[in-house]
């Protein structure tokens, strides 16, 4: 199994940044396409990121290119999303995700628990 630990939200005021953390650990045995989703209350969870296993590619949500930035360090086993001008429409529930693909059990997606951003003066 793998484990998925979300660290870095808080509060922050509009136009202010904040750097979260995933870091993944159990059965690691190689690198994986990871990713950010969110959750505000009231809607659907949302992509906002992802990354592939390399780190050589990036997607981002239209609502948040520009301004965030998903990274990762393999030797680390994290990934990490920058956001910067934070708007209050960005306040959620941040997850990370990492989604693994074999043979044998076809795809499996693993989830953190989340970790809260608030965007408010």
């Known amino acids: 199994q793998v484990q998925l630990v979300e660290s870095g939200g808080g509060l922050v005021q509009p136009g202010g940044s904040l750097r979260l953390s995933c870091l993944a650990s159990?059965?690691?045995?190689?690198?994986?396409?990871m990713g950010w989703y969110r959750q505000a209350p009231g809607k659907q969870r949302e992509l906002v990121a992802t990354i592939t296993s390399s780190g050589g590619s990036t997607n981002y949500a239209d609502s948040v290119k520009g301004r965030f930035t998903i990274s990762r360090d393999n030797a680390k086993n994290t990934v990490y999303l920058q956001m910067n001008s934070l708007k209050s429409e960005d306040t959620a529930v941040y997850l990370c995700?990492?989604?693994?693909?074999?043979?044998?059990?076809?795809?499996?997606?693993?989830w953190g628990q989340g970790t809260q951003v608030t965007v408010s003066s």
């Open positions: 159990g059965s690691i045995f190689r690198t994986y396409p």
């Open positions: 995700n990492l989604r693994s693909s074999t043979e044998e059990f076809g795809i499996q997606d693993y």
